[in-house]
C-alpha cells in the first residue's frame, strides 16, 4: 500500500491537475492525504514526523533509484530515515552522508568486504572500531558486534559518529576527513574524494527538482 501511494502521488503532475476540473483537484487531496496518513506512522503525540516534500522524500527517491542492488521502497525508506537520523544527531552535512554511503555500499545495507572486514551500508571496519563502540541492550552496554553493524540504523550512526570524530582530528578540514575515513592515500584518495564530490552534486541536484515540484507555501 505504502509504495503504491508514493508511486501514485509522483505520477501525478500536481501543477497541470490544480488546473483542470474539481474532480482532478479532488484526486490530489485524497491521494496526499492517503499517502500523509498511510506512509508515515503517527507519534505519541498524534504528530505526523515527516512532512510532504520533507528531505526525507527525496532522499528515499534517491535511494531508490541509485541503489545497486536495487532498493525496493521499504528498503529506502529505512535507509533515508537512518540516514537522515544520523545526520541530524551528529549535525553533518546530510549531503556529505548520503555521497558517502553511495560511494561505500551503493546503498547495499548487506554488503561486505571479506578482503577488507568492511560491514553494511557505510562499510565500517570492524577489527578497529569494535573497540570503541558498544550497543546498549537491557539496561546495560556491550560490545558491539558484527552483527550489529549490519543493522543500519546502527552503521549508519556509527559512520556519523567517526566522521564527526576524524573532523575534529582534521581541524574542521572536509578533505583529509574523508581520507582518515577511508583510509586512502595517494591518487586513490583523489579519487575517492572526486566521486564523493560527484555524488553530493548529483543528490544535491535530485533534491532540488523534486523541491521544484512540491507545492508552493
Not at 19 to 44: A, C, E, I, M, Q
Not at 192 to 202: G, H, K, P
Amino acid at each position: 500500500m505504502r509504495k503504491f501511494l508514493l508511486r501514485l502521488i509522483v505520477k501525478i503532475r500536481l501543477k497541470s491537475l490544480s488546473r483542470g476540473p474539481v474532480k482532478s483537484r479532488g484526486l490530489v487531496f485524497f491521494v496526499s492525504f492517503l499517502t500523509v496518513f498511510f506512509l508515515y506512522p503517527f507519534n505519541d503525540a498524534g504528530a505526523i514526523p515527516e512532512p510532504l516534500c520533507s528531505p526525507l522524500f527525496s532522499l528515499v527517491g534517491y535511494v531508490e533509484r541509485n541503489s545497486r542492488p536495487h532498493q525496493g521502497f521499504p528498503d529506502a525508506l529505512r535507509i533515508g530515515r537512518a540516514i537522515l537520523s544520523a545526520s541530524r544527531q551528529s549535525r553533518l552535512p546530510l549531503y556529505i552522508l548520503v555521497a558517502l554511503a553511495q560511494e561505500e555500499s551503493s546503498f547495499n545495507p548487506l554488503a561486505i568486504n571479506a578482503a577488507s572486514r568492511d560491514y553494511g551500508l557505510f562499510q565500517i571496519h570492524y577489527p578497529f572500531w569494535k573497540k570503541y563502540f558498544a550497543k546498549r541492550k537491557g539496561g546495560s552496554n556491550r560490545p558491539i558486534r558484527r552483527t550489529d553493524i549490519m543493522e543500519v540504523e546502527v552503521n549508519a550512526q556509527m559512520a556519523a559518529d567517526i566522521l564527526a570524530y576524524d573532523l575534529k582530528l582534521s581541524g574542521g578540514d572536509v578533505v583529509q576527513m574523508l581520507g582518515r575515513y577511508s583510509g586512502r592515500t595517494g591518487l586513490a584518495h583523489e579519487n575517492y574524494i572526486r566521486n564523493i564530490l560527484r555524488y553530493s552534486l548529483s543528490y544535491k541536484q535530485f533534491e532540488m527538482r523534486r523541491q521544484d515540484g512540491c507545492p508552493g507555501p
